[in-house]
């Protein structure tokens, strides 16, 4: 089983074939979380995370997009705590990939910033999806030029 943060600061937990099984408000959760490397739970970091509870480590914190709503450049924000294959893309709400921010190799402890121009992109709906040794999480903006 593994879990992630969600849209709207759920936390969801899935199964085999990544098929959700229950989704819990994030306080609540955290507060069951062990400890990251750091000697925190990702409760008490701002933005989003991803947890391995599989090596019982979090991985990213901070995660912020901004602005949000965007006028056609967003700013993706997070802090590494592991070294970390890291891909970072921007999805329609169709579900079509429409832009990769960012894919490399990445080391721990880095505050990572990245502008990406999205001025080509219709107004619309928007999901950024980044993607850490293999665990997902996905966080919604919005495009108005």
Known sequence: MRYQQEIHNDVCFYGQ?????????????CNHLPPGDLGTTPRENSGGFIYDDI????????????????????YVM?????????????????????????????????????????QDL??????????CNGLVNKYPFILIK
């Open 17 to 29: 074939n990544d098929q959700e099984i229950c989704c819990f408000p994030i306080d609540v959760v």
């Open 55 to 74: 090596t019982n480590k979090v991985l990213i914190t901070n995660f912020q997009i901004n602005p949000n709503p965007s006028s056609g450049i967003i």
């Open 78 to 118: 997070f802090d590494l705590w592991e070294n970390s294959f890291v891909e970072i893309e921007v999805f329609n709400n169709l579900g079509n990939k429409v832009k990769t921010i960012f894919s490399g190799e990445l080391k721990k402890n880095s505050n990572n910033n990245y502008m990406s121009e999205l």
């Open 122 to 131: 219709s107004n619309g709906h928007y999901i950024v999806k980044i993607s």
